[in-house]
């Protein structure tokens, strides 16, 4: 089964030369701490979960409202070394978002802009395999806000769990499924957990969600993948 895309980037030359090309020395001593060996058996990666609530659904015009991160493997999640932070948008936020993740107005003004913790985030980051379900939201939003701050861009790979159990999906559909175009099952976080007989958590809470993506691998792993299989057989 061809699980994931395989990267465009051949992200160890990509961080060799953005260590010596960015002019931002926070960002080029980011990519001087290197990138997992891709080679590295996803059972012996250190891997940090992510996930980002935000002021809408599109980069171009929203920003991030709130980060969780967590470090996990495959065979614990690591709890106690989780973070969390709600961060100052530049924008007013809608009440449309405020609905949906819960962050209110009085939250946001009193938390720091993303510029004060920027650094705890990527030592948190560094070094190890960043896991997001649908990586276009953290990569996308991660990088422009990064750009905002820093002038420079910062791109490192990402295992996505929502491409991981799309191909998982695709690849039980049967022949006839295939000729008459049925749709796949949903492939949100909540219902790819549900699949697995994992709890219900609820949703849009940075660091909930973050948890429920690295338990969400840890079984994807378990039922269909083998853990000796390279992180580059898996990582966008």
């Given amino acids: 089964m061809n699980l994931g895309s395989p990267s465009l980037l051949d992200w160890v030359e990509y961080y060799r030369q953005h260590s010596t090309s960015s002019k931002n020395e926070r960002v080029s001593d980011f990519y001087r701490h290197g990138v997992i060996n891709p080679a590295t058996s996803i059972g012996q990666a250190p891997m940090v979960a992510m996930d980002f609530e935000t002021t809408g659904l599109s980069s171009a015009d929203s920003e991030i409202v709130?980060?969780?991160?967590?470090?996990?493997?495959?065979?614990?999640i690591y709890c106690g070394e989780s973070r969390h932070w709600i961060v100052k948008p530049e924008q007013d936020m809608t009440e449309d978002s405020i609905v949906i993740h819960g962050i209110t107005h009085s939250n946001v003004d009193a938390a720091p802009p993303l510029a004060n913790i920027l650094d705890q985030v990527l030592d948190a980051i560094e070094g190890k395999l960043v896991v997001v379900h649908y990586r276009y939201i953290e990569r996308e939003f991660f990088n422009k806000a990064v750009l905002g701050l820093l002038q420079e861009?910062?791109?490192?790979?990402l295992i996505d769990t929502m491409e991981i159990e799309s191909d998982i999906l695709k690849g039980r559909q049967g022949f006839f499924d295939k000729i008459l175009r049925k749709p796949l099952k949903p492939i949100r976080l909540d219902y790819c957990r549900r699949r697995y007989n994992l709890p219900h958590y609820d949703?849009?809470?940075?660091?909930?969600?973050?948890?429920?993506?690295a338990e969400l691998l840890q079984a994807q792993i378990a039922h269909?993948?083998?853990?000796?299989?390279p992180v580059k057989d898996l990582w966008a």
């Fill in 153 to 157: 861009p910062l791109l490192f790979p």
């Fill in 203 to 213: 949703a849009h809470n940075a660091l909930t969600d973050a948890i429920a993506t």
């Fill in 66 to 76: 709130s980060i969780g991160l967590v470090p996990f493997d495959l065979k614990r």
């Fill in 224 to 229: 269909h993948l083998n853990p000796d299989m």
